[in-house]
Nanobody, 116 residues
Framework: QVQLVESGGGLVQPGGSLRLSCAAPKSIFRTYTINWYRQAPGKQQRELVARIGSGGTTYYADSAQGRFTISRDNAKNTVYLQMLSLKSEDTAVYYC?????????WGQGTQVTVSS
């Protein structure tokens, strides 16, 4: 069982910023890609927001490009998602994810609400 623990969500005004954290077991963090997904209200599908490989290679969805930055802290076995210039459409539950031996593991999710 792989436990991923997210934190850092909250309520923020449009144009504001938040930093999400995802703590992973050391063995997972050092070996596997970590993804951030989000699920907007009323939507059934989770959308990939960004990912970072074990070597630091990053990918961003178009919606995140230029506003979000994914990074990793090897000393803390933690992946961060820094979100700037937040918009109302960024409101969602954000999930940390990794796939190990073809099995998906998810954190419990952290709510991000962008509203004035």
């Amino acid at each position: 069982q792989v436990q991923l623990v997210e934190s850092g969500g909250g309520l923020v005004q449009p144009g504001g910023s938040l930093r999400l954290s995802c703590a992973a077991p050391k063995s997972i963090f050092r070996t596997y890609t970590i993804n951030w997904y989000r699920q907007a209200p009323g939507k059934q599908q989770r959308e990939l927001v960004a990912r970072i490989g074990s070597g630091g290679t990053t990918y961003y969805a178009d919606s995140a490009q230029g506003r979000f930055t994914i990074s990793r802290d090897n000393a803390k076995n933690t992946v961060y998602l820094q979100m700037l210039s937040l918009k109302s459409e960024d409101t969602a539950v954000y999930y940390c994810n990794t796939k190990v031996h073809l099995v998906d593991y998810w954190g419990q999710g952290t709510q991000v609400t962008v509203s004035s």
